[in-house]
């Protein structure tokens, strides 16, 4: 089982671009959720994906947006990038229908915004 | 959004236990109460989780205040592999999916 994986593991963007993250689940599971983490903070909670539907939002502007495929892997999307978008982009997969649940976290895609 | 206060940062010597304290004074009785980690240049991984009972498995063990208002992450025997960020989340059962990350507490284990 090869667990989360995300791709690239590394991005370099200038102000004001577009950038694709992507996020292949772990086998079984059918949730994304996608964080941001600023250097020395702790994760932050974009966004979480079920059924190819947002199903719940955190405290981030329209710029970031996101997508599921039938498959259950997901993409997250910045426009417009400014240079506080520089930051470790974590996505976690886990299976809904259980009242907990355990994420399991990929290695993160590194955006560096210059 | 219940909130979790950690300490910054704990040292431990190898081999030694080590309990890291989280206070959650606004737990509501639907918060189950997670432990996850970040070792350095990976994502988090999940520790342990808790409603109201402690709870052990092969990691750790989770002893939780009978008011629940704050909870102790128990490592018996620290290697040099545990050294990492550890957050302690709430999480409501009922109507919300997101975890709330904290700054954590870094753990640093001494030879």
């Known amino acids: 089982d090869a667990g989360v994986t995300q791709s690239p593991t590394h991005l370099i963007k200038t102000r004001g671009q577009q950038v694709t993250l992507r996020c292949s689940p772990k086998?079984?599971?059918?949730?994304v959720s996608w964080y941001q983490q600023a250097l020395g903070q702790g994760p932050q909670f974009i966004f979480q994906?079920?059924?190819?539907?947002?199903?719940q939002r955190g405290n981030f502007p329209d710029r970031f947006s996101g997508h599921q495929f039938p498959n259950y892997s997901s993409e997250l999307n910045v426009n417009a990038l400014l240079l506080g978008d520089s930051a470790l982009y974590l996505c976690a997969s886990s299976r809904t229908g259980e009242p907990f649940y355990e994420q399991y976290f990929g290695p993160g895609t590194r955006l560096t915004v210059t | 959004d219940a909130k979790t206060t950690q300490p910054n940062s704990m040292e431990s010597n190898e081999e030694e236990p080590v309990h890291l304290p989280c206070n959650h004074s606004t737990i509501s009785g639907t918060d189950y109460i997670h432990w996850y980690r970040q070792l350095p240049s990976q994502g988090p991984e999940y520790v342990i989780h808790g409603l109201t009972s402690n709870v052990n498995n092969r990691m750790a063990s989770l002893a939780i205040a009978e008011d629940r208002k704050s909870s102790t992450l128990i490592l018996h025997r620290a290697t040099l592999r545990d050294a990492a960020v550890y957050y302690c989340?709430?999480?409501?059962?009922?109507?919300?999916?997101?975890?709330?990350f904290g700054t954590g507490t870094r753990l640093k284990v001494l030879a």
């Open positions: 994906y079920y059924e190819e539907e947002e199903r």
């Open positions: 086998s079984g599971h059918d949730t």
């Open positions: 989340i709430l999480r409501d059962v009922q109507g919300t999916y997101k975890y709330i």
